[in-house]
């Protein structure tokens, strides 16, 4: 069982940023493709972005290419967002996901384990 929680949330203005950490509590991080999906009220979880196993790849929403970018640490089972120029439309709560295959997947079905989530709220 790979538990992940997220951290690095809270309220920031337009323009502004924020990083978001999602520790992983097992000893085999390094072999978990992982992800960071997005949900707003009233809308369904989309994918933001994702990273191979080994970091070398990395895949993002149109919506966020050149604002965010994704890392991974395997020696500190750690993953992290830094988000930078965020927009009130980045408003959401934002879930890491681990993935046995590997790989960088946009699918949600296709993460085995998820954390808890934290918000990010952007103002205007």
């Known amino acids: 069982q790979v538990q992940l929680v997220e951290s690095g949330g809270g309220l920031v203005q337009t323009g502004g940023s924020l990083r978001l950490s999602c520790a992983a509590s097992?000893?085999?991080?390094?072999?978990?493709?992982m992800g960071w999906f997005r949900q707003a009220p009233g809308k369904e979880r989309r994918f933001v972005t994702a990273?191979?196993?080994?970091?070398?790849?990395?895949y993002y929403a149109d919506s966020v290419k050149g604002r965010f970018t994704i890392s991974r640490d395997n020696a500190n089972n750690t993953m992290y967002l830094q988000m930078n120029s965020l927009k009130p439309e980045d408003t959401a709560i934002y879930y890491c996901?681990?993935?046995?295959?590997?790989?960088?997947?946009?699918?949600?079905?296709?993460?085995?384990?998820w954390g808890q989530g934290t918000q990010v709220t952007v103002s205007s």
């Open positions: 097992v000893r085999t991080f390094s072999i978990y493709g």
């Open positions: 996901a681990a993935a046995l295959g590997g790989g960088y997947y946009t699918v949600p079905r296709i993460y085995d384990y």
């Open positions: 990273i191979s196993r080994s970091g070398d790849s990395t």
